[in-house]
């Protein structure tokens, strides 16, 4: 019996040896077939993109490939070229027409993830349309890019307060916290001249360009890492007061949507239940006035655009911020400011408490 056993098992252990060879050899096949589809796929799909050709008001003609190799996309996105905005002004264009005045806006109730307002005018998404249609208008008699000569300030930053180890600073709205890919001018890059012999980060944290209100600045390695970790563990307490386009019926309460980015529409967010990273925050309404709510935000989490989409979700406020440009309706700013912060102090290890009132 115990040599039957042992041919038995140098039997099987010689079987599955032999299997496992074959299988890798099957694995081997598959992955080079998989890779083979995935080159045929890329091929047919430049080549479907070379044969999107879209006109400009100069009668200039340029390809799908062509617009995006100037972006920082490796490829056109799957359904680019489809929507509206650029089949209209093709249409234009191929009929001798001169496009003079177009606006998009939603129809009907918004999607479960985004905020979007039945007969609410958006502009067209920022990675499949913006590249094609930044070609499209070239020649065209249009206004300046407002958002191109967004973020700039002329006036001085009011510091609030300042010791030998941090600051807080006023940022106004429609200001940089930190300089952006094409605006140099933020709160940042004015700290850095303000205090040319500090070390280290400098910002503890980041408001929205949008948003005004309380910034925190450290002026030293040791004490950034420590308001840092304040941040981290959600000891330092922050409150904001915003203006809501609408008369809100709950007094107070707790709001739980996790975020996500737009990855078509940056810097958009949406709500995600799978993907998104949790976002909660507390709200107390303060009154009413001309149809609209004056609230204290307590962001328990720090994601962007957290208040902003926690207001005008539908499963949140379902009320957006007065003059939010991506969840609401324009006006001549955001009614959101960051009124109030505050921490220990990382050196003289007392609670300290800060605010500075909203301009609305």
Request: proline share 6%; net charge positive; with cysteine.
């Amino acid at each position: 019996y115990h040599f039957r056993l042992k041919d038995l098992k140098r039997d099987w252990e010689h079987k599955i040896t032999e299997a496992k060879a074959n299988l890798e050899s099957y694995e081997h096949t598959i992955n080079q077939l998989k890779f083979e589809r995935k080159t045929l796929s890329a091929k047919l799909q430049k080549r479907l993109h070379a044969n999107y050709q879209f006109l400009n008001f100069k009668g200039e003609t340029k390809d799908l490939n062509t617009i995006f190799n100037a972006t920082d996309l490796p490829k056109p996105p799957a359904g680019s070229g489809e929507c509206a905005a650029p089949k209209l002004f093709q249409f234009a264009y191929e009929n001798k027409m001169t496009p003079i005045a177009m606006a998009e806006f939603w129809w009907g109730s918004s999607p479960k993830s985004e905020v979007r307002r039945h007969k609410q005018f958006y502009p067209s998404c920022r990675s499949k349309c913006e590249p094609i249609l930044g070609h499209m208008m070239h020649g065209l008699n249009v206004e300046d890019n407002p958002i191109a000569s967004a973020g700039t300030y002329a006036g001085e930053l009011k510091i609030i307060y300042e010791d030998d180890y941090l600051l807080l600073v006023n940022k106004p709205e429609e200001f940089l916290s930190v300089p952006g890919k094409t605006i140099k001018d933020s709160v940042l890059t004015r700290m850095k001249t303000y205090l040319p012999d500090a070390k280290g980060p400098l910002l503890v944290h980041r408001l929205d360009m949008s948003t005004s209100g309380l910034l925190l600045v450290a002026k030293n390695e040791k004490t950034h890492k420590n308001l840092q970790k304040q941040f981290i563990n959600r000891s330092i307490k922050k409150r904001y007061v915003a203006l809501l386009d609408g008369e809100l019926e709950a007094k107070e309460g707790v709001i739980n949507l996790p975020l996500r980015v737009d990855l078509n529409n940056r810097p958009r967010q949406l709500v995600c239940y799978e993907h998104g990273k949790p976002a909660k925050t507390r709200f107390e309404v303060l009154g009413y006035e001309d149809n609209k709510t004056r609230i204290h935000f307590y962001p328990i989490s720090g994601r962007t655009h957290q208040l902003r989409v926690h207001a005008a979700h539908h499963l949140g406020l379902n009320t957006p911020i007065v003059g939010d440009d991506l969840y609401g309706v324009v006006a001549k700013r955001l009614h959101l400011h960051a009124e109030t912060l505050a921490f220990e102090h990382p050196v003289k290890k007392e609670w300290v408490s800060f605010s500075y009132e909203a301009p609305f």
